[in-house]
């Protein structure tokens, strides 16, 4: 199973970044074996579905670097228990997969720069322009680590 | 000579606070304050706005408990509207109500105070989180997981997310149940269930191990505060809004939501942006009561579920003065709640598409009282002819614990702390009385959750002679 968290506060103008590729990712990929969850945050329940993945793609907005652009890098499990409560980070959830259930899957990170995070609902157009590039990239992922799996 | 300890900032807790001892020229301790020390001021920014963006609005005030906050809000603008809501609209509420106390009693008892009541209260402090939880208790960690995974799936069925569910609204509820829902909600029952049970169990074989942590967390006499069913059951969403002594004799009893502040004063102190309600006929500080889990508890005569109340019979048993019982009132609600759900999902009206009442604002001021996962929690809403907001004033139940959580961290320091020979887990202590009441400070301030915690020792001329950061 390949799992995609999109994550963000939509109502922060280019912080609901992550989600807005994972609703138009709820559109495009619609393979059983891929589950999509667009939250506004990381919460640790997530644990558990994330143990159960073979691939976890987390996608959120960044504020380092020039509006629009995107980078993925992996991620692999981290423990910071300080923030393991409310909201978490993606390295500690895999570490809190690795613990709990003693295995934890492949992650990436696909982040896009903001330009904005002021109070808004629509994304700026820099960040608008990366969205349809980040989404054909997390795509392609998908397809290929599909084709490997069948 | 004289000191002082500030604990800065306390950890495990949702919000940012400190906490400084003041010592005698012994050594001892003489007084403690919480100071909270964020503030957001929603109650302010609302000026103005129209009155059904209201329920919507308040949620953001915090990522732990939106729910509780739009059940309170959406019940002050149906007072605002006049209406009595659908009564499938009314248990789809209390659905929804309870699956948030379920979440959040689940972060607050496996996520946050687990590490303590599992490790111990001197254990490393590296490994006192919910990863050396998973080391040594690995089954009670999934269990954690998986009960908040149940709660948060609950509310994301009915409202369509997790966080900020928007389905909530003056009048009743945006959308009908529909059968499917109802049978995934169904599903979801048996495993929570199992789990508050097996959480029981082994908490109630634990409890000789806290006998020293009974005895002083906030183990004291003081009126307790909750919502009733008028057959004295446990209530969370409706009902009569009861003050009882620490003997358990009914001091007020209010079935009129306009009524519910008459007997809640405010106070401010200076060293906390938290306010210090009190109830206003024993006078400030007098006037101190205890809500949540403990004071729901004490307040009923029954829970209104079989396996429940066979927990309730049990925890009478226990010291219930002491905030300790927190944690053991919180479980047995978290079973409760798997119950009740269960009950409300097989009522024979509960798919029915009647969920909304319609109306413009027929009254200027509306109050909605519910019982959030801490305790009582009221909001209270003026709007003018065109039906935006004038006023808006907000009793969260964090505020209402505010004295307890004071007395019990003097209290605990007195027992813990001696300032010539200071440890982690005396210091530890202190931040875990503040735990069993599992305080929501960014609801009580209405400020950005920030878990941290701050222990200052201070000397009487003001000089920090010592400082845990946390």
Redesign the interface.
Known sequence: MILIIGYGNT?RGDDGVGCHIADCLSESLTNPDVEIL????L???M??PISRADLVIFVDADSEGMPGEYKSYRIVPA?D??S????TNPASLL??SK???GTYPDAMMFSVVGNCFDYGEVLSTAVANAVPQVIRKIERLVEAEMTSHA | MAQQIMIDPVTRIEGHAKITLYLDDSGSVENAEFHVTQVRGFEKFVEGRPFHEMPSLMARICGICPVSHLMASAKACDELLAVSIPPTAKSLRRIMNMAQIVQSHALSFFYLSAPDLLLGMDSDPAVRNIFGVAQSHPLLAKDGVRMRQIGQQIIEILGGKRIHPGWVVAGGVSERLTAEKQDRIAALLPDGQAIAQRTLEWYKGALENYKEEIATFANFPTLFMSLVTPDNKLEFYDGILRIVDSKGKILSDCDQPDHHLDNIGEAVEPFSYLKSPYYMPLGYPDGIYRVGPLARLNIVEQCGTPLADAELTQFRNVDRQSSFHYHYARLIEILYCMEQIGQLLEEPDILSDRVRAYAAPNQSEGIGTSEAPRGTLMHHYQIDRNGLITHANLIIATGHNNLAMNRGILQVAKHFVKGNDLSEGMLNRVEAVIRTYDPCLSCSTHAIGKMALQIQLVEPDGTVVNELRR
């Open positions: 109502l667009s939250r506004h945050q919460t640790p329940e644990v558990e423990g228990m300080s393991f409560t409310h909201q570490a809190a613990e709990l259930y």
